[in-house]
């Protein structure tokens, strides 16, 4: 009977013991020690994109609402040369644009099979603006529109940064748009071209495509902070070598948290560099193995990592705020 009792005991104690180890891993650290970090800046991704259409004003003012330091947007470019907030190059995924204009496809060989696509740059601002970019997330955002980046910024100005991806420069060259310029001559029309034109709207411009970052920092001498995107698409700049050849044109990196979990090391390398991180992203539908939530992922990155900022679909989720 003793033997039992203490068996069970034992049993228990290991039981107790694992599961608060466990919580430390899953975690990644102890809450009382949230207090001696300093301030992480918090990125919403798409605007409060899990709690609302990506890309809409309702996201980005809801991002706002929810404490974002800066609010993403992704821009595209219509037929008629301007640049609205989209991530995708086609409107399929976000909008009713095949219920609209069935017929204005183009088809598409991928992998051998061919597909049907709508690419923004096919239809103009003002077709655009007869897609429902709101129903295919929930019925209740009906009818809301794809927002211009004058419209987000008009909206975010005052209350939140402002950072845009430029997307598929390559694409856009071929027909005839020089994306780079467009963003900056928009920003300069809202006086925000230049570092701390306006303190309570920072800029930061960020891309996957180095060539767009380095003509930016060079022949246009952007002085705005420009961050470059890396993932497995152009993971031959993740290297201590390759970090210190971004710094050559960028400030800081937006770096795949897939990579960065794989190899926490690349916090160092960036900060030898003397580059900021800013992983993405973060979403409480997705979240990384291991977490029991995408709060407690977002803290294990922040502060055990010790990266400077992220990018999230849950602002809300953000741990230090
Ligand atoms: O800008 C960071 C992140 O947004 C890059 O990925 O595809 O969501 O634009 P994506
Ligand atoms: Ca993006």
């Not at 020690?33 to 609302?52: C, I, M, N, P, W």
Request: one cysteine or more; charged letters at 25%.
């Amino acid at each position: 009977m003793a033997e039992f009792s203490l068996r069970r005991v034992i049993l228990l104690a290991a039981a107790i013991t694992s599961s608060w180890i466990a919580l430390l891993v899953i975690d990644g650290l102890p809450t009382e020690t949230f207090a001696q970090y300093t301030k992480k800046t918090l990125v919403a991704h798409r605007g409060a994109s899990e709690d609302a259409p990506e890309h809409t004003l309702e996201a980005y003012r809801l991002a706002i609402e929810q404490g974002a330091d800066y609010v993403e947007q992704d821009l595209q470019i219509t037929k008629d040369g301007v640049l609205v907030c989209l991530h995708d190059l086609t409107l399929e995924r976000t909008t009713n644009i095949e219920e609209i204009f069935p017929d204005r496809y183009r088809e598409v060989n991928h992998a051998g099979v061919s597909e049907k696509h709508w690419f923004v740059f096919d239809f103009t601002l003002e077709e655009l603006k007869r897609l429902d970019a709101g129903s295919w997330f929930h019925k209740r955002f009906s009818g809301v529109r794809i927002p211009t980046w004058q419209e987000a910024i008009q909206e975010i100005r005052g209350k939140a940064g402002l950072f845009p991806e430029i997307k598929t420069p390559e694409v856009y060259g071929l027909h005839g748009f020089d994306i780079e310029r467009l963003v900056m001559a928009e920003l300069q029309r809202h006086g925000l071209d230049q570092p701390g034109a306006d303190p309570d709207t920072p800029v930061v411009i960020q891309s996957f495509s180095a060539d767009s970052l380095q003509k930016m920092a060079g022949e246009m001498k952007v002085a705005l902070p420009l961050v470059m995107l890396l993932g497995e698409r152009n993971r031959q700049w993740v290297s201590p070598a390759g970090f210190q050849k971004v710094k050559e044109f960028a400030v800081g990196i937006g770096l795949d948290k897939s990579l960065l979990r794989g190899n926490p090391t690349l916090v160092e390398w960036a900060r030898n560099a003397g580059l900021s991180i800013t992983p993405y992203t973060f979403r409480s539908s997705e979240v990384g193995k291991g977490f029991w939530n995408v709060r407690a992922e977002m803290a294990y990155y922040l502060y055990t990592l010790d990266v400077d900022a992220l990018f999230t679909n849950n602002p809300d989720q953000f741990p230090d705020k």
